[in-house]
């Protein structure tokens, strides 16, 4: 069969040489993974019958509903002298708001399928049974992720992004070390974790009925997923050596700043005809409260997490002084989600009342 040129940039190929770790010891010793994975095997859900796919979707409506979080923080781009946004008015402000919110479903769509690449590769490459039996159960739970955002994506907005090439040579970066804690740590903690706060932002301003039930049941999942990552990286990161911790607070920063840079709509900017780089200009040589607050709480979920891993302060606190520089340090003491799991995940118990 012949592979045209548009199927062959559909496919995306990342070499990477890992080894594949079997354990031969199948006895249940981590109570705390032993009880994420129960919980796991009773919260499954099903993205065509238990979400409300006959409501009536305006995205005008969640545009605008939304943009807090997304346009207001690029409107006040518009009072600036010479700014390629000034000739805006409410009509292209309302098309900027539809886009980016495209852009951000689409981007959290290409997320969840990096992380469905990167759990396959811990059920494969973490050297314990009761990792490997959790994270069997993520996998499941992407794949459903990367089907809800796809269908609500198709359905509901008619219209999806490509990759942003951020978050495309992250995950790129995550997928190709063979390390079996990196991937923990680019993808449970810093991705998902990332995902988790874009999440509930999201979900506190939309009053659109399914993707506020689409984005609980994910929240959800997500929250156990970072659970997880927070559980198993802190026992194995209490046995390495300074050195070794740094190259993971070096990669920890590395990937926040990567993360911060996703989103900056560049994609969408290219989509109307703006050069982005002249928006990056205008939001670093006049940054506003808006950018730098939705930007911050992004990591409301992050920091923390790296806090109980031990990495905020290890190696004389490279990272906490590199935290501090970008201006998230501020979100060390919030509860870390291997507290807050329990709270979020809540789909279980509603679905058992709905059936009873």
């Given at each position: 069969m012949t592979v045209t040129a548009d199927q062959r940039e559909l496919i995306h190929h990342v070499e990477a040489n890992i080894d594949a770790a079997f354990t031969w010891d199948y006895e249940r010793s981590r109570d705390s993974l032993v009880r994420l994975y129960e919980k796991a095997k009773t919260s499954q859900w099903n993205v065509t019958t238990d979400l409300p796919w006959d409501s009536d979707v305006d995205p005008e409506k969640?545009?605008?509903?939304?943009?807090?979080?997304?346009?207001?923080?690029?409107?006040?781009?518009?009072?600036?002298?010479?700014?390629?946004?000034?000739?805006?008015?409410?009509?292209?402000?309302?098309?900027?708001?539809?886009?980016?919110?495209?852009?951000?479903?689409?981007?959290?769509?290409?997320?969840?399928?990096?992380?469905?690449?990167?759990?396959?590769?811990?059920?494969?490459?973490v050297p314990w049974i009761d990792a490997k039996y959790y994270a069997a159960t993520q996998v499941m739970d992407e794949a459903r992720h990367v089907e809800v955002f796809a269908?609500?994506?198709?359905?509901?907005?008619?219209?999806?992004?490509?990759?942003?090439?951020?978050?495309?040579?992250?995950?790129?970066?995550?997928?190709?070390?063979?390390?079996?804690?990196?991937?923990?740590?680019?993808m449970q903690i810093m991705?998902?974790?990332?995902?988790?706060?874009?999440?509930?932002?999201?979900?506190?301003?939309?009053?659109?009925?399914?993707?506020?039930?689409?984005?609980?049941?994910?929240?959800?999942?997500?929250?156990?997923?970072?659970?997880?990552?927070?559980?198993?990286?802190?026992?194995?990161?209490?046995?390495?050596?300074?050195?070794?911790?740094?190259?993971?607070?070096?990669?920890?920063?590395?990937?926040?700043?990567?993360?911060?840079?996703?989103?900056?709509?560049?994609?969408?900017?290219?989509?109307?005809?703006?050069?982005p780089l002249a928006i990056k200009r205008l939001i670093d040589e006049h940054p506003r409260p808006e950018q730098q607050l939705f930007q911050t709480l992004l990591f409301s979920k992050i920091v923390p997490n790296v806090k109980k891993l031990g990495l905020l302060d290890a190696a004389d606190g490279w990272l906490r002084e590199r935290f501090a520089e970008i201006g998230v340090i501020q979100f060390e003491n919030w509860v870390d989600t291997g507290e807050e799991y329990a709270a979020l995940d809540e789909v279980a118990k509603d679905r058992a009342a709905a059936t009873s």
């Open positions: 969640i545009a605008a509903e939304l943009s807090m979080g997304t346009t207001a923080r690029f409107q006040t781009l518009g009072e600036i002298p010479g700014s390629p946004v000034a000739h805006f008015g409410d009509k292209e402000w309302l098309h900027v708001g539809v886009e980016i919110q495209n852009s951000l479903l689409s981007q959290f769509l290409h997320g969840e399928q990096g992380a469905l690449l990167c759990t396959a590769r811990i059920v494969e490459t269908r609500y994506l198709d359905e509901k907005l008619s219209s999806q992004y490509r990759i942003n090439p951020n978050l495309k040579s992250l995950l790129d970066d995550i997928i190709a070390d063979p390390r079996w804690d990196m991937t923990y740590l680019g991705v998902e974790g990332l995902a988790l706060a874009a999440f509930g932002l999201m979900r506190q301003t939309t009053t659109e009925p399914l993707l506020q039930q689409l984005l609980r049941y994910v929240m959800s999942d997500e929250a156990r997923h970072v659970a997880f990552g927070v559980l198993s990286l802190q026992e194995y990161y209490a046995g390495l050596s300074t050195p070794e911790l740094r190259e993971r607070q070096e990669f920890a920063y590395e990937t926040a700043v990567r993360l911060q840079q996703r989103f900056m709509q560049a994609e969408v900017w290219e989509r109307m005809g703006i050069d």
